[in-house]
């Protein structure tokens, strides 16, 4: 079910307000009860230190002031399942070659298993480069693809983190088949390599026990091309959406189920890659329409983002802030012209095995 997403200019306005306390005294007669050394004291408490990434508190700044780690990892049938993909804070879901690849950003819990990791592509460096130099985790790619993350590396927009750079930390497995068998541990990698940087947040929050906007829709439905589609259904108990995939549960290797607490879709322009006119390249630095689904609600949006530093602003269509459920989120790079929007209960019945 495809809905037109209306285009708009980003319009983000605070009103500001100030108040003035004015004390005066008109008596020269002084009141006994009160003390000439007395002060006032007022008690303050510091903001919560919340994950940039996910909204949810943090144990402390030391914690949040980490690098982040971005892996891309396989989403051919043959790479399923997946190894640390609930781990990620956002994955980022991208168009290649009719097919989809995944940008699994881990900041607030990084496993020390990840894959199958496979090979970088030109739409990598804008997507990672508001991520504080992020550590890359890939496995290569085309003469171009490696100078494209050299020259990004060299700029500090990304540490390059790949199999050629620190091959002891990556290991294929023997139980799977090349290509889609190498795997890579972000811990030692972070260990070895550190990072330059952290994070900022990447989108705006809702507040504590605040209630998502929007229309209540049983699951989402996504098309990202011609027979690669993904459909979200939301499971109210567990507070996220459950992701299906070619008519089956998206799990990872311990056989939990993928189940975002935020949707975003964003319908972003694509383009041929500067690096390989074969492969389609995501433009992420610009503005377009969207849908977001978190709360069992799905509702419309504009996302902008005007420079590669810079989060994804979304906005409603008054131009308000647009925000999230504090918690993982899968943002979906759809290009425009594909069809996204909400799916029937009896379509996400039969996806849980409930009905049809």
């Not at 008690?43 to 949040?64: E, F, I, M, R, Y």
């Not at 396989?74 to 980022?92: L, R």
């Not at 890579?184 to 550190?194: D, E, F, Q, Y």
């Not at 995939?245 to 189920?257: K, L, S």
Request: net charge negative.
């Amino acid at each position: 079910m495809s809905h037109p997403i209306r285009r708009s200019i980003l319009r983000l306005g605070a009103v500001v307000g100030a108040v003035a306390l004015v004390l005066a005294a008109c008596s020269s007669e002084v009141d006994p009860d009160v003390s000439a050394g007395a002060t006032s004291t007022t008690t303050t408490t510091a903001p919560p230190v919340l994950w940039p990434l996910t909204g949810l508190p943090a144990p402390d700044q030391a914690a949040v002031e980490q690098s982040a780690l971005v892996a891309k990892i396989d989403n051919n049938a043959d790479a399923w399942p997946h190894g640390g993909i609930n781990e990620a804070d956002i994955v980022y879901e991208i168009l290649v070659e009719g097919i989809t690849r995944f940008g699994a950003v881990f900041h607030s819990d990084v496993p020390d298993r990840v894959g199958p990791v496979r090979s970088a592509r030109s739409t990598d460096v804008d997507l990672v480069s508001n991520l504080g130099s992020p550590l890359l985790l890939w496995s290569g790619g085309n003469a171009n693809v490696v100078g494209e993350v050299n020259a990004a590396a060299a700029n500090g927009l990304l540490v390059n983190a790949g199999f050629d750079v620190i091959p002891a930390d990556y290991y294929r497995v023997a139980e799977r088949f090349a290509p889609h068998n190498l795997f890579a541990n972000p811990v030692a990698i972070r260990a070895t390599l550190g990072g330059a940087g952290f994070p900022g947040p990447l989108y705006g929050y809702l507040p504590t026990g605040a209630e998502a906007t929007g229309e209540p829709a049983p699951g989402l439905s996504v098309t990202f091309a011609p027979g690669s589609t993904v459909t979200w259904v939301w499971d109210a108990a567990a507070g996220c959406a459950l992701r299906f995939q070619a008519g089956v549960a998206f799990v990872d290797e311990a056989g939990v189920p993928v189940c975002a607490t935020n949707v975003v879709v964003q319908f972003t322009e694509y383009g041929p890659s500067t690096a390989d006119a074969r492969s389609p390249q995501a433009y992420t630095i610009g503005s377009g329409g969207g849908l977001v689904y978190t709360g069992g609600k799905v509702s419309l949006v504009n996302w902008n983002r005007a420079a590669a530093p810079d989060g994804f602003a979304l906005t409603d269509a008054v131009g308000a802030p647009a925000l999230l459920t504090p918690g993982t989120t899968w943002t979906a790079l759809v290009p425009n012209g594909e069809p996204a929007g909400p799916i029937t209960a009896d379509e996400a019945a039969l996806l849980l095995g409930l009905g049809g």
